[in-house]
Each structure stands twice: as C-alpha cells, then as structure tokens.
C-alpha cells in the first residue's frame, strides 16, 4: 500500500496592523451603517490588530461594542482559488462583513474560525472588512478585554485542499505489519 500527497500551494495575506477603530456605547452602529463599504471611516481612531483595547487607558474599563475596518485586495490572478478569512481569536462575540455584506458572526472568543469570501470580494479591487465586537462579559470569563486579539489573515488555496489529516499506525512487531488509519478532510 502506497499513496502520495502533493504540496498544496497557498498564499497568506496579514491584515495585522492598525486597524480604523471606534467605540460604540449607544449600540448604534448597524443603524448608522457603520458595517456598509463605503462608510468614511477616516475620522476614527487606529487600533492595532493583534490587540485588545482595555490595553489603552482611553478604553481600559470599556465593555460593550466596538468597530473595527480596514480595505485589503486580493490579486485578479487568484479569482478561482479558494479565499478564506481567517481569524486566529476575537473576544468575544464579533459580527463580519466583507464590503458591506454580512458574512457571519462567532461567539467562542478564544477559539480561531474563517470564513470562505471568494464569492464575496472584488478580486483586483479595494475590499472593506468590517468586524463589530463586543466583550460584555461572559459567565466563566475571567476578564472581558475586547479586541480582535490574535492574527487575522486572508488565506489563498486551491479550492480542492486537504484541511485535516490524522495518520494512525498500529504495528505488529512479531508479523513485522502494521494496521495504517488515515482519515481526511477536506
């Protein structure tokens, strides 16, 4: 028994950095159209991303929603490759749009999620990601501090991809075999 994997070639986008940042106490923003692609963000503040806000003094004892947005483009040569938005954690519950439209939500602030946005970006063009977060504190929470706290990238594969492998090998040292398990996903 034999088989052969190839290397699947993909290409990472960061979009850590600073980010367009704005507080939102009133939970105003969806009605202000906060989340829309063209909204003119240029007046709010920059948070850097990997990061939380408690870390700034202005923001430190802040707990409710607050904004998030950045323009990224991905190039026109990867038009039929499989884009993923990946965030590695956002605490705690956060909302997504790419270029205005809704693209889901995640509510377990410590975990990593993505998002597949191939049909929901402009290849070749400027694209608006816009995350609404929210770190109200949470039963079990041992502190609230809100942000979009780890790494957040785009993530350019073949549409086709191995995303998890687990190899099992169960040797038989007197028959000198071994029982092979491989479970796939993709």
């Given at each position: 028994f034999s088989f052969v994997l190839f290397a699947q070639?993909?290409?990472?986008?960061?979009?850590n950095g600073d980010w367009s940042f704005?507080?939102?106490?009133?939970?105003?923003?969806?009605?202000?159209?906060?989340e829309t692609k063209d909204f003119d963000a240029t007046h709010w503040e920059k948070m850097e991303v990997p990061g939380n806000w408690n870390l700034h003094n202005l923001y430190s004892e802040y707990s409710g929603d607050a904004w998030y947005t950045r323009t990224f483009k991905v190039d026109e040569s990867q038009k039929n490759q499989l884009v993923r938005l990946v965030f590695e954690s956002v605490?705690?519950?956060?909302?997504?749009?790419?270029?205005?439209k809704f693209i889901g939500e995640n509510h377990l602030g410590f975990m990593p999620f993505q998002f597949d946005i191939s049909k929901n970006i402009e290849f070749g063009k400027e694209?608006?990601?816009t995350v609404l977060v929210n770190n109200m504190f949470k039963k079990g929470a041992m502190w609230s501090w809100g942000g979009i706290r780890r790494p957040v990238s785009i993530e350019i594969t073949n549409p086709t991809r191995i995303d998890y492998q687990h190899i099992?090998?169960?040797?038989?040292?007197?028959k000198g075999t071994a029982d092979v398990q491989i479970k796939i996903a993709a």
């Open positions: 070639e993909s290409k990472t986008i960061s979009l704005k507080i939102d106490p009133e939970f105003q923003g969806e009605s202000s159209g906060f605490f705690n519950d956060c909302k997504v749009w790419i270029n205005g694209n608006r990601i099992t090998a169960l040797p038989d040292l007197k």
